[in-house]
């Protein structure tokens, strides 16, 4: 499929959101906002998400042996910019926010719709971002708040003018032999 094609089917993809979230090995907390998450297995229930190699959730996630995933309401955006409009490599972006340790350290946002706390089985490449496949170990909705019906989730669409923390593509070692796509607004 050639990439116009390609870009008129993702196009019309408006799936949630999730804020994910790691402590890794040396203690440091990270998170960002991810659009690439998914159920992907029945039985035993199992869930990918994919992170942004150019992330520094990325390089904490990759010590991390527990990460945390988190829905978000519609009305939500300022923590989804948060998370996904700045870089922890900047600034802390926990500093402020109620949170409290999961399984394995993941920190858990008591402001989320609704959360999981997955064991990391395994990463494997899926081209710029790295999926992380996760045994969920513990679940839950906001303390005193129902999880609400489908479509009470923030969703791509949501989030399509939050400018993103880092860029898409890292840079190229040899800018001569960059390839340039035009990014999604």
């Not at 994910?20 to 203690?27: C, S, Y």
């Not at 229930?45 to 988190?70: D, K, M, P, Q």
């Not at 399984?103 to 064991?119: E, K, S």
């Not at 303390?143 to 890292?170: E, K, N, Q, S």
Request: proline residues 10%; negative net charge; glycine residues 12%.
């Amino acid at each position: 499929m050639n990439r116009p094609a390609a870009r008129a089917l993702t196009d019309l993809l408006d799936y949630p959101v999730y804020v994910v979230t790691a402590r890794g090995a040396a203690g440091e907390t990270a998170g960002c906002l991810v659009g690439f998450a998914s159920q992907c297995s029945l039985e035993p229930v199992r869930f990918t998400v994919w992170l942004s190699r150019v992330n520094h959730t990325h390089r904490v996630a990759g010590t991390a042996s527990h990460l945390a995933a988190h829905l978000l309401a519609p009305d939500q955006r300022q923590l989804a910019e948060l998370f996904g409009g700045r870089s922890g490599d900047e600034v802390d972006k926990f500093a402020g926010l109620p949170w409290r340790p999961g399984p394995g350290g993941a920190p858990i946002l008591r402001q989320a719709t609704a959360w999981f706390v997955g064991r990391v089985l395994g990463r494997f490449d899926g081209g710029d971002h790295e999926a992380f496949l996760l045994d969920p170990v513990e679940c839950g909705p906001r303390p005193g708040g129902p999880v609400g019906p489908r479509g009470a989730h923030l969703t791509l669409a949501d989030t399509l003018r939050i400018t993103a923390g880092h860029p898409v593509h890292p840079e190229p070692a040899d800018p001569e032999s960059a390839h340039h796509e035009e990014e999604r607004p």
